[in-house]
């Protein structure tokens, strides 16, 4: 029997999971997209029987979400819900990729009880998704772990989120952004695979996590620690544009993580920054 089988194999962190599982000697089998989709029963059936299930399948773009909100539900949620009847088919325990979910918190850091309000419709498919998981987990004895991701970044990352954009920017003129003001919690691509290799191992039980670095960057720092990495000094150019749904400002507290997965960040955003330019075998050699 397998070890591990992972849905999403071929998105941003699934690639960099795979690699680490399959690095470290666990049998893992990951599927992607080509081999069917998650809202169909039949690709359920065509998969293995498998000791646990990492399940990163989604539709994961905010923007997109807003015009395509039923494709983003059927997805995440009806997708999840299948992977969990596959759970309990096969006595397997779910690991569930879900996503920041507390829309405009009332204190910072945010701690798992704190109120879930999604602000989006992707938020709101997550959350959804995530009630069906611990549905499961109370009334079908699914062992099932949800892991509330902030804002991942790293190497290999789709060129639409801040990050790569900024990246792709070095190589021009000027650096171009909406609004400099926004506060997120970047927590570097290792890290998050880290997080999900260690919440595989939890087999018995409900568990819900933070998974975030524990501060917050504005885009203005982020810009500033990019170029300082990067050794450029561009002209940065803000519209001042406060995006519709905007959160000010975005922390986890990653307390619970840290006591019970034993994990914590080892990449400061600066130290994940550099890692992600030398990934992408960009000169930065201070």
Known sequence: MLDAVV???????????????????????????????????????????????????????????????????????LGTQLALDWCVKHNARIVFASAYVYGIPSRLPVLEYDPVLPNNPYALSKALAEQCVEFAACHSGVNATILRIFNVYGAGQREEFLVPTLIKQLHQHEIRVMDLAPRR??????DVVEAFVRAIALTEGFHRFNIGSGCSHSVGELIDILQSVARTSLPVVSNATVRCHEIPEVRADISLARDLLE?????????????????LKYDCKN
């Open 185 to 190: 919690d970047y927590v570097y691509i290792d």
């Open 7 to 77: 849905t999403g194999a071929g998105g941003f962190i699934g690639r960099a999971l795979c690699c680490r599982l399959a690095n470290d000697g666990w049998k893992v089998q990951g599927f992607t997209t080509a081999h069917g989709d998650v809202r169909d029963a039949a690709f359920w059936e065509g998969l293995p029987a498998a000791r646990a299930l990492v399940h990163l399948a989604a539709r994961s773009f905010v923007p997109d979400s807003w015009k395509l909100p039923t494709a983003f539900v059927e997805a995440n949620v």
């Open 263 to 279: 994990w914590t960040p080892a990449c400061d955003l600066e130290t994940g920054i550099r890692n992600t330019l030398r990934m």
